[in-house]
């Protein structure tokens, strides 16, 4: 505010304006409208003049004047300061409730519901039905997820060295999955982000895809712990499978139909009906309410045009051997049966595991037990026709390459926990590789930084895997922050960020 238009006459006291704007921090009370005349414009933004006091008019959104976005799709409070709420969109901060800003002039159905995470609370227009058709990734924009931005940032705000700072505000440019992983979880992420990536696609006249993980199996993680889920293997927990996770997930994904989305269908649970059947009690019980839960799901969610599904393989330490491919084959086979009319679109590898995507360092051979698929490439190369004999009609895959750009200190493939040395893979993409048309993408599945499983032996889902030599420590509970793991997926990703 200059000085050598400062009005002679000011009153002697201004009350306390009610709203921040801009004018505070420099002294002056807001206008009490955005409207309010404009009497003088300088680099601070515009004045008038009220209670013969120079006042700061609020601008269109408050945060506008401090050369950030009004918030467009979220109402997600990342973080507070004196100017106000922010948010974060596009891998930018942006002002949440500015005077005309913020939900983009939607009026929010359900104010109720916001736990603070989430993002567009409105009601988007839904336009005509989407239907997939060829490469569900490919001409698409890929939703950012505003929780794991938020994450991000609350990373980096413990971080001092700025180049690591640097990298990790690249993660924010990345998409990865949103993963459905208890009812609540659904309930609270599925809709709000569907309708963000609706607004977003309604105002860019761009289609946006969003990936969710489908995870709450009854008797999930079977043969292991570190991810046991909150249903037991028994008829009413499967019961709360269908109609409280199932039928939910359907009734949005029917509902918001002129978007893209992708589902990755239950981690490691056919893998486990492939190998752990037999070794397993725990994979024993779990058998019926995989075998059903995926017919249930591949009826319901398979049958919708704009929803494309990839069922989990596990990884090339995991089916690559020829005698578990060869089962593979008929069990995927048998649930994709058993879930039709409704169509699987393919499957996904690697997902929240470690194995690198080329190793030209391994063979068949001791040092992979005899493993003829010891990488990524190979196990898909393999799998392809695998399937392909099996009789499967739609095979194509995704590789999850959120951690597998750096080989891990793992003495062994098997080893999934937290593992030291790990590195961020190859970004995002459709159509990552050519000359393997049945790769629809690479894709981050499981978010980087989220840990793999806690190294409390005390816990109840303490996995002896998160307490090997090579497993990163202290960790904690699987899906929570672990910043260690995240600062050194950043500084050994491959490609650099
Ligand atoms: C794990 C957790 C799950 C979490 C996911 C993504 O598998 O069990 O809760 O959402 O990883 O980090």
Redesign the pocket.
């Known amino acids: 505010m200059k000085a050598s238009i400062a009005l002679t006459a000011i009153a002697a006291l201004a009350a306390k304006a009610s709203a921040a704007c801009w004018s505070e921090p420099l002294g002056y009370r807001c206008c009490s409208s955005p409207n309010a005349q404009v009497i003088y414009t300088d680099n601070d933004g515009k004045w008038g003049v009220e209670n013969n006091d120079w006042c700061g008019i609020p601008s269109a959104c408050w945060s506008e004047s401090l050369g950030y976005p009004c918030c467009k799709y979220t109402s997600d409070v990342v973080y507070t300061d004196n100017d106000g709420k922010w948010g974060v969109e596009n891998g930018d901060w942006c002002g949440i409730n500015g005077t005309s800003g913020g939900n983009n002039g939607y009026t929010p159905s359900n104010p109720g519901n916001n736990n603070n995470q989430g993002g567009y609370e409105g009601e988007p227009t839904i336009g005509a039905q989407y239907t997939h058709s060829g490469n569900p990734f490919a001409g698409h924009k890929f939703f950012l997820n505003p929780y794991y931005t938020a994450e991000v940032d609350a990373a980096i705000a413990q971080m001092s060295s700025s180049s690591l700072k640097q990298k990790a505000e690249k993660m924010k440019e990345y998409s990865n999955a949103i ?1 459905l ?1 208890t009812i609540e979880n659904m309930n609270s992420w599925l809709l709000r982000n569907l309708k963000t990536a609706l607004a977003e696609q309604n105002e860019t006249g761009k289609t946006v895809l969003t990936v969710f993980v489908v ?1 709450d199996l009854p008797g999930r993680d079977c043969h292991a712990l ?2 046991n889920g909150e249903l037991l293997a028994n008829d009413s927990d499967f019961d709360r499978y269908k109609t409280e996770y199932i039928d939910v997930i359907e009734g949005h994904l029917k509902k918001y139909k002129s978007q893209p989305v992708v589902l990755v269908v239950e ?1 490691d649970s056919l893998a486990n009906m492939v190998t752990n059947l037999e070794n397993t009690p725990a994979c024993r019980d779990s058998e019926k309410y995989y075998m059903d839960g995926h017919a249930y799901l591949i009826k319901k969610l398979g049958a919708l045009p704009h929803v494309a599904m990839y069922l989990d393989i596990g990884h090339a330490f995991w089916l690559g051997w020829d005698d578990n491919r060869e089962k593979a084959g008929k069990v995927y086979s048998k649930v994709i049966s058993s879930g039709s009319p409704g169509k699987v679109r393919g499957f996904a590898s690697n997902v ?1 595991n470690y194995t690198p995507w080329e190793d030209p360092t391994l063979s068949r051979g001791p040092d992979t037990e005899w493993n003829p698929c010891p990488d990524e490439k190979r196990y898909l190369e393999a799998m392809y026709k695998t399937f392909q004999s099996a009789g499967i009609k739609s095979v194509y895959f995704i590789d999850d390459t959120s951690r597998n750009g750096h080989k891990t200190d793992r003495t062994h493939p098997g080893e999934w926990c937290n593992q030291t040395g790990v590195g961020i893979g190859a970004r995002p993409a459709a159509n990552p590789i050519s000359g393997m048309s049945y790769l629809d993408a690479f894709y981050w599945v ?2 980087l930084g ?1 840990s ?1 499983g806690t190294s409390d032996e005390s816990a109840k889902r303490f996995d002896g895997y998160c307490g090997h030599a090579t497993a990163m420590k202290p960790a904690p509970e ?2 929570q922050w672990f910043q260690k793991h995240f600062e050194q997926g950043l500084e050994n990703a491959n490609p650099p960020l």
């Open positions: 993963w992983d995870y570190a991810s981690p929240a499981k978010p989220e793999d699987a899906g």
